[in-house]
């Protein structure tokens, strides 16, 4: 009476449309990966793999064993592995297994005792599409420059930290 009709039984329910689905917030490229060409993600991306070409996307994680030929342009970038070219990044973290070959541009950078970089530094390296939204301060003509740790950093202000 209330039992389902035979022909049901066995079916399985229909699948949702990918429209309805939730996008991934990150993507993985995997270790047995390489990607000759241009990387491009509005998420969050995961290497562990080789990427040959520019890298560009909001948030990038890169694996101990991976190997990055090319610029980075990232709102934040956490990098453990080799990365040959430039690094644009507001947030940067550099791992101690990092080995770096490239001039890098940074707004906030930690660098962990032990990773290796061959470049050169410079402050400001929000990428294009935040720079009209965080200018680092400009220092007041004729004001006396205040020393590291005399008084808390402002929110859009660049900081330097080591990790030991």
Known sequence: ????????????????????AQ??????????VTI???????????VDGKVEGDISCASLVQGEASHIIGGIEAQKARLAGHVTGSIRAREL????????????????LTIEQGAQ????????GAPAQAQSQARPAQPTPGARPETAGSRPAAPDEPKLSIAG
């Open 1 to 20: 009476m209330f039992s389902k009709k035979p022909a049901e039984r066995g079916r399985p329910a229909p699948a949702r449309p990918m429209a309805q």
């Open 117 to 124: 970089v061959e470049g050169r530094f410079a402050l400001g």
């Open 93 to 108: 973290v550099i791992l101690r297994t990092a080995h770096i070959e490239g001039d890098v541009q940074y707004d906030a």
């Open 36 to 46: 000759k060409g241009d990387v491009a993600a509005s998420a969050d991306l995961h």
């Open 23 to 32: 996008s991934p917030t990150f993507s993985v490229i995997g270790s047995d």
